[in-house]
């Protein structure tokens, strides 16, 4: 292999939307050679954070740390910036084990330096949230938070804009309120950014953003609630229960059983460990489900 079959295979991996296993081997190995064929190879940058975000959709972080520290090491542009804004969301996730939002911050505030990074100035904040007592009371941080809320719904540019982190950080700073009026205003934005994801989560392979729905999700009050999609399964299948839908003009059935005090789903004579393993893995007609949850109707539970 050259550079130059590297990076045919690199451009025509990109452009398939589901690749095989063996596409992604070669992916990988295509990849890796362009990197680490020649430090000056054109758009080198491109392919490492290209590798690195491959290994963090498909959840090996160990390896996706390790292209995104080389990106920060060895270069000084966007791609630096975008490496440490995904480093600093893979602590403040828990990526590494447990969350660590010291190291998330450090990297934020790094990335957040490029006012236009909205993804690092959401960062940011969240992570003083996490080190702040009684946010709620600090008028300061509380203005930045509504602040960055509204730039990010006014120059909300595509579906990966951090609109639902924004106003998911406006209703856990008021969480604890008594005031019916602000808990009326805080379920509003929590229903707002839970109506946004969906169709982040469509394009996105990104596992942060399933924590991101569940986090929303705990959050909303589920007596009466009407089921909107499949990620309502996140509450609807927490404990021993059956749930039945509808693609294209075909029944379903998903079922959920308390083993050992998790959830484990069968679904299409199919085992999951988990409801985040099922609305990852689970397919139909070879079409992953969450790529599809816009065609899913008639959710209910048995």
Not at 187 to 214: G, I, T, V, Y
Not at 261 to 278: A, E, G, K, L, P
């Amino acid at each position: 292999m050259n550079t130059e079959q590297a990076w045919k295979i690199f451009k025509e991996y990109n452009a398939k939307d589901n690749p095989t296993q063996f596409e992604k081997d070669a992916f990988i190995e295509a990849s890796e050679f362009y990197i680490y064929a020649d430090r000056d190879t054109p758009d080198r940058d491109i392919v490492l954070f290209n590798l690195a975000s491959f290994y963090y959709d498909n959840e090996y972080y160990p390896q996706a740390k390790k292209y995104y520290e080389i990106l920060i090491d060895q270069y000084d542009d966007l791609s630096k910036n975008l490496a440490q804004t995904c480093l600093g969301k893979f602590y403040y996730y828990g990526h590494d084990g447990m969350p660590n939002y010291q190291k998330a911050y450090q990297y934020a505030n790094q990335a957040a330096e490029f006012e236009s990074n909205l993804q690092a100035q959401w960062l940011k904040l969240a992570c003083i949230y996490q080190f702040n007592d009684s946010p709620s009371t600090d008028t300061r941080y509380t203005e930045s938070v509504f602040q960055l809320t509204e730039t990010v719904v006014h120059r909300q540019s595509s579906w990966f804009a951090p609109v639902p982190e924004a106003k998911l950080l406006i209703a856990s700073i008021f969480s604890e309120t008594k005031d019916p009026s602000i808990k009326t205003i805080c379920e509003e934005l929590l229903q707002e950014a839970r109506a946004f994801l969906p169709r982040r989560l469509q394009q996105s392979k990104n596992p942060d953003d399933l924590l991101l729905m569940h986090q929303i999700i705990d959050m909303l009050p589920h007596t009466g609630q009407e089921i909107l999609d499949i990620y309502d399964l996140i509450w609807l299948l927490k404990k021993d229960s059956a749930v039945s839908f509808t693609y294209a003009g075909a029944p379903y059935e998903v079922h959920a059983q308390q083993k050992d005090h998790h959830t484990v789903i069968s679904f299409q004579d199919n085992w999951y460990c988990s409801i985040d393993d099922f609305l990852k893995k689970a397919t139909i007609d070879g079409h992953v489900l969450r790529g599809i949850a816009h065609q899913i109707s008639n959710i209910t539970k048995r």
